[in-house]
């Protein structure tokens, strides 16, 4: 089994980052997009050094890690719909995990499109999810997909049959989206590495690397893996990285401490609460462990990936992106799981860009700006060499950052919407009507519902300050702020057109 890299793989990626241009490499660098699914801000080494990361680890320490990030929505299809397409989940109107865009519906290009327009080759592999079933590849014009529904890919049901059921069989008894709480304790998984859907797409890469590479145009390579999203049904080896004794169980506050809140009633929490409360130190362990495990083993395929681009020499003069879509609960405030919420281990995200296209004294530095992950599209835009785009929300990471606090948005309870604006000390949710969108502009007379935290004394975010005469000004500015960001851009509905 191919685990984790040497020291020795670790030392040879961060002196790719730092070497120089060669004079036959394009003049734009090759973009190579990394992403995975619901991994939590601090579940990488760099932040957490229990974590075996040591692939995204050197991406980290050869570029730079944003500690701040947030996704724009905590839930697949909008957030990825915000970074592919550079707007809020409200200007686009994709607001939970439905339907995506269909194709005569995008305001803009798709970051895919973008790219190919600006002469690259275009590989996608793996998860998007900001597709409606039955769109074109939108860009891409090499597409293998884990799942169904992409007109023009090539999809793992057709092309490797037998192991598309061999995993389906093993994950049966996870229930929906592989997410009942057989899925989050999960197995050691007896299906080969190829037979996952993320190894499918981890091989079809490297065959790709090999075979399909157009040598007269720099990359884009989108390579998104749909772990370590449950079910926890993890390859064999990434386990035993990890000591059972040594997993947290996560301390819980009362109900009446944490609810109502702006999530309350949300998807399969009573399901999770009526076995979760009741489950024994050692599940709680082993759930923490394989999801530890799930992403020691998505690192070693990124690891492996990166191997394979240096030796083509593709990581000479490039730019590399990782990100993942959205956090996970992992149980915590009062036995709360998956991402729908706004709470951090939700909406905050690892985000690190690295690469040669790093200028060098940012090499190693951690980034402390309210970054969103609607600022990717108009970075690699500037890094493809396209002007500047307007009407956006985003900013270019390689640049200045004149943002005063991340934005995010939650709306998958009938009737209400919620809105957080955060910086690293505190945070502010309020809760609108849905139907108070149509408005002109929203106002504090609107909302229905408020929380306020600080993020300083109060990381689990347990103790809503909202009411409290003592915040009441801090809470009225940030209040102030939420709402002319919501007024001057999030509620503008995207009309662009490239």
Same mark, same amino acid.
């Given at each position: 089994?191919?685990?984790?890299?040497?020291?020795?793989?670790?030392?040879? *990626?961060?002196?790719?980052?730092?070497?120089?241009?060669? !004079?036959?490499?394009?003049?734009? #660098?090759?973009?190579?997009?990394?992403?995975?699914?619901?991994?939590?801000?601090?579940?990488?080494?760099?932040?957490?050094?229990?974590?075996?990361?040591?692939?995204?680890?050197?991406?980290?320490?050869?570029?730079?890690?944003?500690?701040?990030?947030?996704?724009?929505? $905590?839930?697949?299809?909008?957030?990825?719909?915000?970074?592919? *397409?550079?707007?809020?989940?409200?200007?686009?109107?994709?607001?939970? &995990?439905? $339907?995506?865009?269909?194709?005569?519906?995008?305001?803009?290009? $798709?970051? $895919?499109?973008?790219?190919?327009?600006?002469?690259?080759?275009?590989?996608?592999?793996?998860?998007?999810?900001?597709?409606?079933?039955?769109?074109?590849?939108?860009?891409?014009?090499?597409?293998?997909?884990?799942?169904?529904?992409?007109?023009?890919?090539i999809m793992m049901s057709k092309d490797n049959p037998a192991g598309f059921k061999r995993y389906n069989d093993e994950v049966a008894p996870y229930g929906d989206g592989e997410e009942w709480p057989a899925g989050y304790l999960g197995r050691t998984?007896?299906? #080969?590495?190829?037979?996952?859907?993320?190894?499918?797409?981890? &091989?079809?890469? *490297?065959?790709?690397?090999?075979?399909?590479?157009?040598?007269?145009?720099p990359l884009f390579l989108y390579l998104s893996f749909l772990k370590p999203h449950a079910g926890a049904n993890v390859p064999p080896g990434y386990e035993s990285l990890y000591k059972l004794e040594d997993m947290p169980v996560p301390e819980q506050?009362?109900?009446?401490?944490? !609810? =109502? %809140?702006?999530?309350?009633?949300?998807?399969?929490?009573?399901?999770?609460?009526?076995?979760?409360?009741?489950?024994?130190?050692?599940?709680?362990?082993?759930?923490? *462990?394989?999801?530890?495990?799930?992403?020691?083993?998505?690192?070693?395929?990124?690891?492996?990936?990166?191997?394979?681009?240096?030796?083509?020499?593709?990581? !000479?003069? %490039?730019?590399?992106?990782?990100?993942?879509?959205?956090?996970?609960?992992?149980?915590?405030?009062?036995?709360?799981?998956?991402?729908?919420?706004?709470?951090?281990?939700?909406?905050?995200?690892?985000?690190?860009?690295?690469?040669?296209?790093?200028?060098?004294?940012?090499?190693?530095?951690?980034? +402390?700006?309210?970054?969103?992950?609607?600022?990717?599209? =108009?970075?690699?835009?500037?890094?493809?060499?396209? =002007?500047?785009?307007?009407?956006?929300?985003?900013?270019?990471?390689?640049?200045?950052?004149?943002?005063?606090?991340?934005?995010?948005?939650?709306?998958?309870?009938?009737?209400?919407?919620?809105?957080?604006?955060?910086?690293?000390?505190?945070?502010?949710?309020?809760?609108?009507?849905?139907?108070?969108?149509?408005?002109?502009?929203?106002?504090?007379?609107?909302?229905?519902?408020?929380?306020?935290?600080?993020?300083?004394?109060?990381?689990?975010?347990?103790?809503?300050?909202?009411?409290?005469?003592?915040?009441?000004?801090?809470?009225?500015?940030?209040?102030?702020?939420?709402?002319? +960001?919501? &007024?001057?851009?999030?509620?503008?509905?995207a009309t662009l057109q490239q």
């Amino acid at each position: 089994m191919k685990l984790l890299h040497s020291n020795r793989a670790l030392a040879l *990626l961060l002196a790719t980052a730092s070497c120089a241009f060669g !004079e036959s490499a394009p003049a734009k #660098p090759n973009i190579i997009f990394l992403m995975d699914d619901q991994r939590r801000w601090d579940a990488i080494g760099r932040i957490d050094p229990a974590m075996k990361t040591p692939a995204l680890d050197g991406l980290a320490k050869g570029g730079i890690l944003f500690d701040q990030a947030v996704c724009q929505a $905590p839930m697949c299809v909008p957030s990825r719909h915000s970074m592919m *397409l550079g707007l809020y989940p409200h200007q686009l109107g994709i607001l939970s &995990n439905g $339907p995506g865009l269909r194709d005569e519906q995008l305001p803009c290009d $798709p970051l $895919p499109e973008l790219l190919r327009k600006a002469g690259y080759q275009t590989a996608g592999f793996g998860k998007t999810h900001w597709l409606a079933r039955g769109a074109s590849t939108r860009g891409f014009e090499v597409r293998y997909s884990s799942t169904d529904g992409e007109k023009g890919a090539i999809m793992m049901s057709k092309d490797n049959p037998a192991g598309f059921k061999r995993y389906n069989d093993e994950v049966a008894p996870y229930g929906d989206g592989e997410e009942w709480p057989a899925g989050y304790l999960g197995r050691t998984s007896q299906v #080969p590495e190829e037979d996952h859907r993320d190894g499918w797409s981890f &091989n079809r890469c *490297l065959q790709f690397l090999d075979q399909g590479l157009d040598k007269k145009r720099p990359l884009f390579l989108y390579l998104s893996f749909l772990k370590p999203h449950a079910g926890a049904n993890v390859p064999p080896g990434y386990e035993s990285l990890y000591k059972l004794e040594d997993m947290p169980v996560p301390e819980q506050p009362s109900l009446e401490q944490v !609810e =109502p %809140c702006h999530a309350t009633g949300n998807d399969r929490q009573e399901m999770y609460r009526s076995f979760w409360s009741q489950a024994t130190k050692e599940q709680w362990q082993q759930m923490i *462990l394989r999801y530890r495990a799930n992403c020691s083993w998505i690192d070693s395929m990124f690891g492996r990936v990166m191997d394979k681009l240096r030796a083509k020499g593709l990581l !000479e003069n %490039c730019l590399i992106v990782y990100v993942s879509d959205h956090g996970e609960m992992l149980g915590e405030r009062y036995y709360r799981f998956n991402k729908y919420c706004l709470y951090d281990n939700s909406v905050r995200v690892p985000m690190i860009l690295s690469g040669t296209a790093i200028p060098a004294e940012k090499r190693g530095a951690i980034d +402390h700006r309210p970054a969103e992950e609607v600022d990717l599209y =108009p970075t690699l835009a500037a890094i493809a060499g396209l =002007p500047k785009i307007s009407g956006k929300p985003g900013e270019n990471l390689l640049g200045p950052s004149s943002r005063k606090a991340s934005f995010c948005e939650y709306s998958d309870r009938p009737g209400i919407v919620s809105f957080m604006w955060r910086t690293s000390e505190r945070k502010l949710i309020l809760t609108f009507p849905k139907d108070s969108l149509q408005k002109a502009s929203l106002e504090l007379a609107d909302v229905t519902a408020g929380e306020f935290y600080n993020l300083t004394t109060d990381v689990r975010e347990w103790q809503n300050l909202y009411g409290k005469p003592e915040c009441r000004s801090a809470r009225d500015r940030m209040s102030v702020e939420l709402l002319a +960001h919501l &007024n001057g851009v999030a509620l503008k509905k995207a009309t662009l057109q490239q």
